[in-house]
C-alpha cells in the first residue's frame, strides 16, 4: 500500500487535536517505536531496518524474529508488542508505512515528515550493511502504484515534447533516428513503464505525423493567401493601367485636394502639375508592358 496514503489515513482516524497536537516530537522515542517494527535483532543482524521496511532485494529477516517485540524498560509504551506486531504487514514498504502511521500516534508531536527526515537515514545505512545501495528516493518509491499506461503516456509525452528535445511540434523529430533517441532517453528517466512502451511509441509517432502534417498544411494554406494577395494586387494594377485609369484617379484627386482652383478651366498649369505628380502611374505601367 501507498506509505503516504496509508499514513493519511491513521492521521485522520488519529487522537482528537489537544495538547499533543502542539507538543515537540521526541526524536529518540519516535525511533525508538519505529525500531520495535524494523529493527528487531538488530544487534546480531545490521542488515535489519533494511530487511524489515527497506526493501525485498535485501533477503527475508531470520524466521521468527518477525514476531518479536523489542520493547524494554522505559520505552516500553512507545514500542510495539509482540501482539501488535502480528499485525504487521511483512512487505518492507508496507511494513515502514504501518510503523509510521501507529508510531506518530504513539509519540505525541510527531509526524511523517519526522519520521522520513529521521528514519529514512537509518534505513539506508542498514541497506548499505546489507550491500544493498539504495537512495532515498528509491526507499520512498518502494510503496508506490503501479503505474498506469495512462499515466506513462502522459509523463513520457511531457518529456519527449519539452523545448529542449523534439518540442512542442515535434519539429525537431522528423527524422526517426532524433525520435527515438530521445523517446529512449525519457523512458528511462519516466521509468516504470516498461510494458506500455511499445504502444506508446506508437501512439507518439503517429501524433508526431499528424502534428508535422499539420505544420505543412498551414504553411501552404500562408503560401497560397499571400499568392492570392500578389495575383490581387497585380489584377487592380493592371486594370488602374488600362486607358490610365488609375493616372486620371490621381490627377482628379489632386487637383480636388491640393489645387486652389481645382485645375478648372482656364487653370492649365494647375493640371500640368498634377499631372507631373501623378508621373508615377506611367513609370509603374510601363515596367507591366
Do not use: H
Not at 60 to 70: H, I, L, N
Not at 148 to 174: E, F, H, L, M, N
Not at 182 to 196: A, K
Amino acid at each position: 500500500m501507498n506509505k503516504k496514503a496509508f499514513i493519511l489515513i491513521a492521521v485522520l482516524t488519529a487522537a482528537p487535536f489537544g495538547a499533543d497536537a502542539v507538543t515537540t516530537c521526541s526524536k529518540a522515542n519516535l525511533t525508538r517505536c519505529l525500531d520495535s517494527a524494523c529493527a528487531i535483532n538488530l544487534s546480531s543482524n545490521p542488515a535489519a531496518r533494511c530487511q524489515y521496511c527497506g526493501t525485498a532485494s535485501a533477503g527475508a529477516p531470520t524466521a521468527g524474529d518477525a514476531m518479536r517485540s523489542v520493547s524494554v524498560g522505559a520505552s516500553a509504551k512507545f514500542s510495539f508488542t509482540a501482539k501488535e506486531l502480528k499485525a504487521a504487514p511483512t512487505d518492507p514498504g508496507a511494513r515502514y508505512a504501518w510503523a509510521t502511521a501507529e508510531c506518530i500516534k504513539k509519540v505525541a508531536g510527531c509526524t511523517p515528515d519526522d519520521v522520513t527526515d529521521n528514519y529514512d537515514t537509518l534505513i539506508e545505512q542498514s541497506c548499505k550493511a546489507a550491500g544493498i545501495s539504495a537512495e532515498m528516493s528509491g526507499l520512498r518509491a518502494a510503496a508506490a502504484k503501479t503505474k498506469t499506461k495512462s499515466s506513462c503516456k502522459t509523463d513520457v509525452q511531457a518529456c519527449v515534447i519539452d523545448a529542449k528535445r523534439c518540442g512542442p511540434d515535434y519539429s525537431a523529430c522528423a527524422d526517426n533516428a532524433d525520435f527515438d533517441k530521445f523517446f529512449s532517453g525519457c523512458s528511462v528517466d519516466v521509468g516504470g513503464c516498461d510494458t506500455y512502451l511499445g504502444d506508446i511509441r506508437t501512439e507518439l509517432i503517429a501524433a508526431r505525423d499528424t502534428a508535422i502534417k499539420n505544420a505543412d498544411t498551414i504553411i501552404e494554406t500562408i503560401v497560397a493567401s499571400y499568392k492570392s494577395e500578389r495575383e490581387k494586387k497585380l489584377t487592380a494594377v493592371k486594370a488602374n493601367c488600362t486607358d490610365n485609369a488609375g493616372r486620371e484617379a490621381c490627377i482628379t484627386s489632386v487637383c480636388e485636394r491640393s489645387m486652389a482652383n481645382k485645375c478648372a478651366p482656364g487653370y492649365s498649369a494647375e493640371r500640368s502639375m498634377a499631372t507631373q505628380l501623378c508621373k508615377f502611374y506611367d513609370l509603374a505601367c510601363d515596367t507591366l508592358k
